[in-house]
């Protein structure tokens, strides 16, 4: 089991920058893969922004977000991070960070992640 709990979001302007991060625990902590997703209103389903491995080797990207979103993992601390860079109004949303059981590598399949945080709220205003 792995709980998940995301923090960092807030409200900014376009142009702006927010950190969030996502410190799990649990029993299988070690070696996971895992990414952040977001949720935009009145939308179901949860968009892939990015996703890394366990031993940070492997990152991927949304198309929308390349460039200016950056992931990065403490393995030390149990922490991932998503740096948010040149904000934009269509970045609203809810952010969730996403874990899978194993180390396997995934992409941005929300389908592929078993564990999920309860998210924290992103609001670029224009």
């Known amino acids: 089991q792995l709980q998940l709990v995301e923090s960092g979001g807030g409200s900014v302007q376009a142009g702006g920058s927010l950190t969030l991060s996502c410190s799990f625990s649990?029993?299988?902590?070690?070696?996971?893969?895992m990414g952040w997703f977001r949720r935009a209103s009145g939308k179901e389903e949860r968009e892939g922004v990015a996703?890394?491995?366990?031993?940070?080797?492997?990152?991927a990207y949304a198309d929308s977000v390349k460039g200016r979103f950056t992931v990065s993992r403490d393995k030390t601390k149990n922490i991932i991070y998503l740096q948010m860079n040149n904000l934009k109004p269509e970045d609203t949303a809810m952010y969730y960070c996403?874990?899978?059981?194993?180390?396997?590598?995934?992409?941005?399949?929300?389908?592929?992640?078993?564990?999920w945080g309860q998210g924290t709220q992103v609001t670029v205003s224009s």
């Open positions: 996703v890394i491995s366990n031993k940070s080797i492997f990152t």
């Open positions: 649990g029993s299988i902590t070690r070696g996971v893969f």
């Open positions: 996403a874990a899978r059981k194993t180390s396997a590598y995934a992409g941005l399949e929300e389908g592929s992640y078993d564990y």
